[in-house]
């Protein structure tokens, strides 16, 4: 490769003083491109204009792009860096993001280019657009992070956040958010890697406790960094599944889980449809949830609705490492009737979904179908046929 970042950043380097010949990396010039240049522009006379001479540089590279013409639009993008000296102001400051954004593009695509020369191209435009050091140095993280330099993303990430260039814009506010989500993204990375090795590790060991101080203090950044952006109108999905999922882990009984349930139970993935029910449960395992009648009517229709697709393994599933305290915790004949006195809409949703799970003979279910209630009789009535249906105590029979 013409080392394109090279010559580039060593021409800016030079005091801004760009040079208006066609260089290769290696230096040499090439006559023939600049007088194709003159052609184009002038019809063969020589060239005056200066805005005209870097419009047709500029169409040249939009071309050779398209084209997937690496070089060619490498050694055009020599001719091109004389719009840093241009003569219109406004032309002059936009120059760093449009040599930035064709620059970087060029390097990303190019076969002989690597992520020393990317890195060395990318910290010089941050220099030279000031105005553009937070935009540059996200792109540069997120360059970083395709090539699995994880570390460095990082650390590049961490220095936009603190940097300042006079009165902070709403433009440049939405940018720092961006940088503290992919900085939250990066340790829900961490987090979850940490999570994943903490599984095979053995609970009596000094090593588990080690590791899950660590990995909760990964939780705790993930948090932070992504927290804020949430708060921001706009489509976050990717950071707020991961805010979520982290929050699920360390909290199951947060708030956001039943919104975290929704999501999970529209998605066309099997795996996150059965991660739906798993929420569903886990935040019902907490004393603070029993009185909670929208996780339990999500509960109830859920189960229906997969029962009904024949998802029976998913609910065995959870129902397996919970049936030898979830009966006494919520569907004991004394919790009964006091439910029955507090709620009673509450009261026939936790009533289907026990009998659902433990079958017909549940104290909890056979009191609520002794109760005389003529509002409820109806309700209380398709309630005794869907659980005589779909109850996963002897399915079948």
């Given at each position: 490769?013409?080392?394109?970042?090279e010559?580039?950043?060593k021409?800016?380097?030079?005091?801004?003083?760009v040079e208006?010949?066609?260089?290769?990396?290696?230096?040499?010039?090439?006559?023939?491109?600049?007088?194709?240049?003159?052609?184009v522009?002038?019809?063969g006379?020589?060239k005056?204009?200066?805005?005209q001479?870097?419009?047709?540089?500029?169409?040249f590279?939009?071309e050779?792009?398209?084209?997937?013409?690496?070089?060619?639009?490498?050694?055009?993008?020599?001719s091109?860096?004389?719009?840093?000296?241009d003569?219109?102001?406004?032309?002059?400051?936009?120059?760093?993001?449009v040599i930035?954004?064709?620059?970087s593009?060029?390097?990303?695509?190019?076969?002989?280019s690597?992520?020393?020369?990317?890195?060395?191209?990318?910290?010089?435009?941050k220099n030279?657009?000031?105005?553009?050091?937070?935009?540059i140095?996200?792109?540069?993280?997120?360059?970083?992070?395709?090539?699995?330099?994880?570390?460095?993303a990082?650390?590049?990430?961490?220095?936009?956040?603190?940097?300042?260039?006079?009165?902070?814009?709403?433009?440049?506010?939405?940018?720092?958010?961006?940088v503290q989500?992919?900085k939250?993204?990066?340790?829900?990375?961490?987090?979850?890697?940490?999570?994943?090795?903490l599984?095979?590790?053995?609970?009596?060991?000094?090593?588990?406790?080690?590791?899950?101080q660590?990995m909760l203090?990964?939780?705790?950044?993930?948090?932070?960094?992504?927290?804020?952006?949430?708060?921001?109108?706009?489509?976050?999905?990717?950071?707020?599944k991961?805010?979520?999922e982290?929050?699920?882990?360390?909290?199951?009984?947060h708030?956001l889980?039943?919104?975290?349930?929704?999501?999970?139970?529209?998605?066309?993935?099997?795996?996150l449809?059965?991660?739906?029910l798993?929420?569903?449960?886990g935040?019902?395992?907490?004393?603070?949830?029993?009185k909670?009648?929208t996780?339990?009517?999500?509960?109830?229709?859920?189960?229906?609705?997969?029962?009904?697709?024949?998802?029976?393994?998913?609910v065995?599933?959870?129902?397996?490492?919970?049936k030898?305290?979830w009966?006494t915790?919520?569907?004991?004949y004394f919790?009964?009737?006091?439910?029955?006195k507090?709620?009673t809409?509450?009261?026939?949703?936790?009533a289907?979904i026990a009998g659902?799970l433990l079958?017909?003979g549940?104290?909890?279910?056979?009191?609520?179908?002794?109760?005389d209630?003529?509002?409820?009789?109806?309700?209380?009535?398709?309630?005794?046929?869907s659980?005589?249906k779909?109850?996963?105590?002897?399915?079948g029979?």
């Amino acid at each position: 490769m013409s080392d394109f970042s090279e010559e580039l950043t060593k021409t800016i380097s030079e005091d801004d003083q760009v040079e208006t010949s066609v260089l290769t990396g290696t230096g040499m010039y090439f006559p023939w491109l600049q007088k194709h240049l003159e052609t184009v522009v002038t019809g063969g006379k020589k060239k005056k204009d200066f805005a005209q001479t870097t419009s047709a540089c500029l169409n040249f590279i939009q071309e050779a792009l398209l084209k997937h013409e690496w070089q060619q639009a490498a050694e055009y993008m020599y001719s091109y860096l004389q719009t840093l000296e241009d003569s219109d102001t406004y032309k002059k400051q936009a120059a760093p993001e449009v040599i930035w954004r064709l620059g970087s593009e060029i390097l990303f695509y190019h076969p002989k280019s690597n992520v020393e020369t990317f890195n060395t191209f990318a910290d010089r435009m941050k220099n030279i657009g000031v105005l553009n050091y937070v935009k540059i140095s996200l792109q540069h993280a997120l360059y970083l992070m395709h090539h699995g330099m994880l570390e460095d993303a990082n650390r590049n990430l961490s220095q936009a956040e603190t940097w300042r260039y006079g009165e902070k814009s709403s433009s440049q506010e939405i940018l720092i958010n961006l940088v503290q989500a992919y900085k939250g993204l990066l340790q829900y990375y961490t987090w979850s890697k940490k999570k994943a090795e903490l599984s095979k590790l053995d609970e009596n060991d000094y090593a588990y406790s080690s590791a899950t101080q660590s990995m909760l203090s990964d939780s705790w950044k993930t948090s932070v960094n992504i927290c804020g952006l949430i708060k921001t109108p706009g489509v976050w999905d990717p950071f707020v599944k991961s805010y979520v999922e982290n929050l699920y882990q360390i909290v199951p009984l947060h708030r956001l889980m039943l919104e975290f349930h929704m999501l999970l139970r529209k998605s066309e993935k099997e795996e996150l449809r059965k991660l739906g029910l798993k929420v569903l449960f886990g935040v019902l395992n907490f004393a603070g949830c029993t009185k909670n009648i929208t996780a339990w009517k999500y509960l109830a229709r859920y189960l229906r609705q997969l029962l009904m697709e024949n998802r029976l393994a998913w609910v065995q599933e959870e129902w397996n490492s919970r049936k030898s305290w979830w009966p006494t915790f919520h569907f004991s004949y004394f919790w009964a009737k006091s439910d029955w006195k507090e709620d009673t809409d509450l009261t026939c949703e936790k009533a289907f979904i026990a009998g659902i799970l433990l079958g017909k003979g549940c104290r909890y279910f056979r009191y609520i179908l002794k109760q005389d209630h003529q509002v409820l009789k109806k309700k209380i009535k398709r309630m005794k046929k869907s659980v005589k249906k779909y109850s996963i105590v002897n399915p079948g029979v």
